[in-house]
């Protein structure tokens, strides 16, 4: 992302990754000149902690950079549970659960088998049984294991009603590779979308009448977050019909198949343009 920056003309600066070193965001911008005027700036990385989020967006603001989502909405976007209450017609059902003692009532309410994640990021990438529990026992040792990863969870367990994606290929660790769309909107205009997962895939192929669903979708989960710079995927179930399944700050979102000078090439405008 930041190579297609540069290609575009953009101006890339390079900051530490965490305060470790530097001590605070001040210190971790200071080879940033300050801006005559307010212009628009993109963070492009690891999600990082909430209150590093903050303390970069205030030492850039100072620095006549304004982020393009303030540190509220980028908690909107990232933590489920704030987009959840926006986003319940268009996705399925979900419980927030903060300790094992909920485990119980979430399974009595949604029933088995039920899908985990965090607050903001799910560990799909470990495999199925890292993310779908069938009874009380695998619920209570999943959720007290996702309670300890710190940046995924942020304290916060999502138990989802397990849906069936249609899908046509299995990833490595076994976890199903669903009909997935990735769409980039900023100020609840597509920039770009794109399949989720890499190689060739049939499913990847939209026709119009599918395309026009899954862009109107991403748009509606757009206009009732009201979060300027979000990434949103919409997923086809084996029923036909399409959900809302993710949502994500869009600073931090993998660009999945869609190529990076392109959607920069979108973002470049917003980049140049005051705000």
């Not at 200071?30 to 700036?41: E, L, N, R, S, Y």
Request: some cysteine.
């Amino acid at each position: 992302m930041t190579e297609a920056a540069e290609l575009l003309g953009c101006k890339v600066y390079y900051i530490l990754r965490d305060f470790e070193r530097c001590g605070n965001a001040e210190n971790a911008l200071w080879h940033i000149p300050k801006f005559a005027k307010d212009t628009a700036g993109i963070w492009v990385g690891y999600i990082s902690e909430l209150e590093r989020y903050e303390a970069i967006y205030q030492a850039a603001l100072a620095k006549g950079i304004k982020l393009l989502n303030t540190p509220l909405e980028h908690r909107t976007a990232l933590e489920f549970d704030l987009f959840y209450p926006h986003l319940k017609e268009l996705t399925r059902e979900s419980v927030i659960i903060t300790s094992t003692n909920e485990c119980i009532q979430a399974g009595k309410l949604l029933g088995y088998p039920v899908f985990l994640k965090g607050a903001v990021q799910s560990q799909k990438q470990q495999g199925w049984e890292s993310c779908v529990t069938n009874n009380q026992e695998e619920l209570m040792r999943l959720t007290a294991w996702l309670l300890k990863l710190k940046y995924g969870s942020r304290g916060k367990v999502i138990v989802r009603k397990l849906v069936k994606l249609r899908h046509q290929r299995l990833a490595p660790n076994g976890f199903p590779m669903g009909r997935e769309f990735r769409c980039f909107i900023y100020n609840r205009q597509i920039l770009k979308y794109g399949y989720y997962w890499d190689g060739k895939d049939d499913l990847s192929q939209l026709s119009k009448d599918e395309e026009k669903q899954v862009l109107n979708l991403a748009i509606l989960a757009a206009e009732r977050l009201r979060v300027p710079y979000v990434a949103i995927d919409i997923g086809q179930l084996e029923s036909g019909e399409w959900i809302a399944i993710e949502i994500a700050d869009a600073q931090f979102a993998g660009v999945c198949q869609i190529p990076a000078l392109e959607l920069w090439n979108k973002l470049k405008d917003i980049y140049r343009n005051p705000v």
